[in-house]
């Protein structure tokens, strides 16, 4: 199974590696008075982690509310 897993990441990082070569253009991103020029597997790697840090940023809200809702009555037991 950790080999087949291997050659998954092994062609997942392929297909990433031969993507940036292949697109190796500049793109210039406008936001309201400043531009940015940077190559598209820059722009789009920065985008995956802006990506990856919002979708941790949700998880463990939800995950922390989920825990005050089921959150058993000893602690408001307690606090009387």
């Known amino acids: 199974m ?3 897993c291997f050659l998954i990441l ?7 590696a031969l993507f940036a070569y292949e697109n190796q253009q ?7 008075d400043r531009e940015i020029t940077a190559g598209v597997p820059v722009i789009l790697g920065v ?4 990506g ?6 949700m998880v463990g ?3 922390r509310s989920w825990n005050r809702v089921t ?6 037991a307690t606090s009387r």
């Open 2 to 4: 950790r080999f087949l």
């Open 10 to 16: 092994v062609a997942a990082a392929g297909a990433v």
């Open 26 to 32: 500049q793109l210039t991103l406008h936001f309201w």
């Open 47 to 50: 985008t995956y982690l802006l």
């Open 52 to 57: 990856m840090v919002s979708g941790w940023t």
């Open 61 to 63: 809200m939800l995950k």
């Open 71 to 76: 959150a058993p009555e000893r602690e408001y």
